[in-house]
């Protein structure tokens, strides 16, 4: 029979201190050339190893290889300017400075297909890949070029379902889009961020994914919640374009945050990952909070459909506070486990 709940985090885990300084989004390489390519390496062993200790069941590479989870990709497209780079509000909520789009945009090359191969050689569980979404991407440049968000997202949406056939047949199971903007322009979701989203996974046979959240536990967006009220209902704006795709399963943010669970029930057909542990926080949860986390869902999707997770990204913790998050996820989910056994 299969396992019920199967556990996995969301992307990120922190790097190693010999890699990248930690604690911060962009950190830098402290590495170059093939020392590089193999301190990277080494620590995707390294995440990999740690979510197998910890028991979780579907496996990622902790993005290890990656700078930033847009812009890494985006550094491998023809037409994107990485010199002269332009300070943008991204999310509508903070200032990054970012790449500049100067002509068309199009995928010369594979990104992570070695990456992802590389994963799949060390592990015979499931693993999932995470890709930006386009309209993240869009919302993370300054475009130049095409002067339409829309028209620069088709174009991103064509290069992500590239890479995402070339992932798949790598042997990757579940590819994973992040759509952080999907909680902040429900206009453009329901105009074109979702047909953007359906193109990039044309003619995919794995499984997909769509995670969207409320941001990474840094300043602007522990603000950002602050503004948004007893009550989180952005997700209220996007589900009912997503439960009409053909998204199979949908990541979301849940522990800690004001999203009233019942919203759940309007992705009734999808498979949940519920976001049970908190990665704006150092507090380690407790298995029991995890366990009542994943309860309060269950009233909302069946038992085979949820897949506990985390919130979002861990990267900007400290390594020991993901280990004990990774834990915590795993002691927690068996904890429901056990419950619905007979
Ligand atoms: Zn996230």
Known sequence: MKKLLPTSIVGSLPKPVWLAPPEKLWSPWKLDGDQLLE??????????HEQQLAGLDIIC??????QHFVTTFVEHLSGVDFENRKTVKIRDRYDASVPMVIGEVARQKAVFVEDAKFLRKQTDKTIKWALPGPM?????????HYKSREKLAWEFAKALNEEARELQDAGVD??????????VFFEEVNDWGMAALERAIEGLHCA??????????????????????????????????IQKSSIDIVSLECHNSNVPFDLIELIRCKKVMVGAIDVATNTIETPEEVADTLRKALKFVDIENLYPCTNCGMAPLSRNVARGKLSALSVGAEIIRKEFAV
């Open 208 to 241: 997909t994914a769509v995670h969207i959240c409320y941001g990474y536990g840094i300043q602007a967006n522990t603000d950002w919640k602050k503004t948004l009220g007893s009550e989180w209902r952005q997700y209220e704006e996007v589900f009912p374009q």
């Open 136 to 144: 993240t991407m869009v919302d993370t440049l300054y475009d130049a």
């Open 174 to 183: 579940i590819i994973q889009f992040d759509e952080p903007a999907f909680n």
């Open 61 to 66: 590479d902790g993005e290890q290889t990656r």
């Open 39 to 48: 301190g990277k390496q080494d620590a995707l062993r390294i995440a990999l």
